[in-house]
C-alpha cells in the first residue's frame, strides 16, 4: 500500500504504518509488525540513514500501537469502526481517538510525554507565531 | 532511446560492474547499446571490459580535442556494445563546470543508440546528481552493509534536494522555500522533518513539490547479496524509502555476490563473459529484460547472431 504524499508519521493509519490492506488476517498483521520492527529498530540496517532517531522511535513507538490495536479482534474492529466509519471519511470520534492515541505515545517516553510537554507550555506560554 | 544512469553514494558498491553487465545484457538481446564512463574523477570502467586504447575518450571531447561526442565511441569485444572511455588525465576534468557538463549531456542525447548506460561516480557532488536525476531509469547501486545503506539514502536525500532546488529556481518561488531548504542542508534535518514542516506551513506547495518528485523513479540494485535476507533488505528499502522520502524507488533485484569477479578483473575478462552460466550473470539478464520495455523490432532481431 503507498503512502499518501508527505503523510507525517502519526498522521499514518495504522493500516499504513504496518504497511497492510486493511482486510489482511490477524497473521498477516502479525507479520507485518515483525517486518516493520525489523526495519525500524535500533541500529536497523533498513532505516540506517534514512530518519532522524527522534523519528526512528516514534515510528516504532506507533508500530507497537499498530500491533497492540490491529493485532486483537476485538480492539481492530472498535478501531476501524472509529477511524474509517461506514462513510470512509475519519469521525469526530476517530479524530479524538487520534488524539488520545497521540499523548499515549507521547507518555511512553516520559521526557516528552504529555504532562512535561503541559509543564513546558505554562513554563514558556504559548509558541510566538 | 532510454538514458540510464548508475549511481550511488559509496564508492566500491559495485556500480562499474553492473553498468558493464547490464550493458553487455542489454546488448545480447540485439540492443544497440553505448557505456560511458561518467566518473570523471576516478573512471575504470574500461577494465571492467577489457578494453585497451586510451584514446579517444570523455577527457579529449571536454578539451575540445574532436567536436562530436560521438567519435568517442569504441567498440568492444560484444556485438552492438561502444564504450567511451573515461578521461586518462583525470586532474582537468574531474570538477567540469556547469556549462560543459550541459554541453556533455546535449552531445549524450545526441548519440544513436537503443541504451546509453551512464557509469557515475561516487558522493554526492551536482555531476553526478544532476545525470542521475535527469537518467530516464536511475539505478542505484547498494551492498547490504551500514555504510552503503546510509550514503545510499543520503545520495536519494540529495537528488531529492536537487530536484526541489532546480524546481524553485525555474518557478521562482520566493524567499520562503528558499529559507525552508537552506534551513533543511545547513542543520541536517531529515527530509521528512522537512516536509512535515513544510505541510504545516503550506501545503499547497508541499503538493506542488510532491508532484515533481514523482517524475524521479529510481530503481534499486542490491549488488554483493550473499543470501535471501539481503534481497529482502534490498525490498525492505525500496519500501520505507516510498514512506518516508516519497519517492517510488523500484527494487529491481538482488546480484548474488560470486568471488569470480575479482579474479576476473584482474584478467581483465568481463564477468559476462567468463560465467554466463553463473546466478550473478542471470540476475543480470533478467534485470534487462524487466527493464527494457520496448519490443525488439524485426530489424534488431535479425541483427542477432
Redesign the interface.
Known amino acids: 500500500m503507498k503512502p499518501t504524499p508527505f503523510k507525517r508519521i502519526n498522521d499514518m493509519d495504522l493500516y499504513e504504518v504496518l504497511d497492510i490492506g486493511r482486510d489482511v488476517s490477524t497473521d498477516a498483521v502479525a507479520d507485518a509488525y515483525r517486518k516493520a520492527v525489523e526495519a525500524y529498530r535500533p541500529g536497523a540496517l533498513t532505516s540506517y540513514g534514512l530518519l532522524a532517531e527522534d523519528e526512528r522511535r516514534s515510528m516504532l513507538e506507533r508500530i507497537e500501537l499498530a500491533f497492540r490495536t490491529l493485532g486483537d479482534d476485538e480492539r481492530r474492529r472498535a478501531y476501524d469502526e472509529e477511524t474509517f466509519g461506514g462513510s470512509g471519511t475519519p469521525s469526530l470520534g476517530a479524530a479524538y481517538r487520534r488524539t488520545v492515541e497521540r499523548l499515549e505515545i507521547g507518555d511512553a517516553d516520559r521526557k516528552t510525554g504529555f504532562v512535561e510537554r503541559l509543564r513546558r507550555f505554562f513554563r514558556r506560554g504559548p509558541r510566538p507565531d | 532511446m532510454t538514458i540510464w544512469a548508475v549511481g550511488g553514494g559509496k564508492g566500491g558498491t559495485g556500480k562499474s560492474f553492473v553498468a558493464s553487465s547490464l550493458g553487455i545484457s542489454l546488448a545480447s538481446r540485439g540492443r544497440e547499446v553505448v557505456l560511458i564512463d561518467a566518473d570523471l574523477g576516478a573512471p575504470n570502467l574500461h577494465t571492467f571490459l577489457g578494453t585497451g586504447d586510451a584514446h579517444p575518450n570523455v577527457g579529449d571531447f571536454l578539451s575540445g580535442q574532436f567536436p562530436f561526442l560521438a567519435d568517442a565511441v569504441r567498440p568492444t569485444r560484444f556485438p552492438r556494445l561502444g564504450l567511451i572511455r573515461g578521461p586518462e588525465n583525470t586532474f582537468f576534468v574531474a570538477n567540469i563546470n556547469h556549462f560543459r557538463k550541459l554541453k556533455l549531456m546535449r552531445h549524450i542525447k545526441a548519440l544513436r543508440a537503443d541504451h546509453i548506460i551512464l557509469d557515475l561516480g561516487p558522493g554526492t557532488a551536482f555531476n553526478a546528481l544532476d545525470f542521475f536525476v535527469s537518467a530516464e531509469k536511475p539505478v542505484l547501486v547498494l551492498t ?3 555504510t552503503a ?6 545520495f536519494l536525500k540529495s537528488c531529492i534536494l536537487r530536484i526541489l532546488k532546480l524546481y524553485m529556481e525555474h518557478y521562482r518561488f520566493h524567499e520562503f522555500h528558499r529559507r525552508l531548504i537552506d534551513q533543511i542542508e545547513r542543520n541536517s ?2 527530509i ?2 522537512f ?2 514542516m ?2 504545516d506551513e503550506d501545503p499547497d506547495f ?2 506542488i513539490l ?1 508532484r515533481a ?1 514523482k517524475t524521479f523513479r529510481p530503481h534499486l540494485v542490491m549488488n554483493m547479496a550473499r543470501n535471501e535476507r539481503d534481497e529482502v ?1 534490498g525490498r ?2 525500496a ?8 519517492i517510488d524507488l523500484d527494487f529491481l533485484g538482488a546480484v548474488p555476490l560470486d568471488i569470480r569477479v575479482h579474479a576476473c578483473l584482474f584478467d581483465r575478462t568481463p564477468f559476462m563473459d567468463a560465467h554466463p552460466g553463473s546466478d550473478t550473470a542471470a540476475a543480470f539478464r533478467a534485470m534487462a529484460e524487466r527493464l527494457d520495455t520496448t519490443p525488439v523490432t524485426s530489424e534488431i532481431a535479425s541483427r542477432t547472431p
Open positions: 547490504p552493509e551500514p545503506v546510509e550514503n545510499g539514502y543520503f534535518r531529515s521528512s522533518a516536509f512535515r513544510l505541510v508541499a503538493h510532491s518528485l533488505l525492505a528499502i519500501d520505507v524509502t516510498r514512506k518516508h522520502l516519497t
